[in-house]
């Protein structure tokens, strides 16, 4: 399962500070981190190999599992620059990572181009977005935990 960080772990565009967070800089920005992303992880770690898909790359490790509780994960190294406005930039390091097994990626910027590529996979593809102000929630690790059932 591909895990984006900004708008899934670290939580963004909310009023007043989330529950269960901890502000942690990441090269010198603050970052909210929603801590219980990291039990939600643990538990799809049971049905999923985890892999931060995320501009931060390899830099996830070095700040977040130490604060979610899990170990060090495998990144997708990115050629493209990050941009806003859509998660596209992405679509060809991930479908060199997932190859030709089934893939569940989790987001909070989708863009057409998204679902587009995941229904032209001929493996089974699941996009979850998420509110980068709620981040990962338990409605999400149902969802993605039911997926996994489904395809065994």
């Known amino acids: 399962m591909a ?14 500070r989330p529950e269960h967070t901890h502000f942690q800089l990441v090269d010198g920005v603050p970052h909210c981190i929603s801590l219980a992303a990291g039990s939600r ?3 799809l770690s049971e049905q999923f190999e985890l892999v931060w898909a995320s501009g931060w790359e390899d830099k996830a ?6 604060l979610l509780g899990l170990p060090e ?3 997708i190294g ?19 990572h997932a190859a030709e097994r089934p893939m569940a990626w989790i987001d909070d910027n989708f863009d ?3 679902y587009e590529w995941a229904e032209r996979r001929a493996a089974p593809t699941l996009l ?25």
């Open 112 to 114: 057409p181009s998204c």
């Open 41 to 43: 992880l643990l538990r």
């Open 3 to 16: 895990v984006d960080i900004d708008g899934v772990i670290s939580l963004f565009g909310f009023e007043e």
């Open 61 to 66: 490790n070095f700040y977040l599992p130490q």
């Open 128 to 152: 979850v977005p998420t509110e980068p102000h709620l981040g990962l929630e338990e409605v999400h690790v149902d969802a993605l935990s039911a997926w996994a059932t489904s395809l065994h």
């Open 73 to 75: 994960l495998p990144h």
């Open 78 to 96: 990115f050629d493209a620059v990050p941009r806003p406005g859509g998660a596209h930039w992405k679509l060809a390091a991930l479908e060199a």
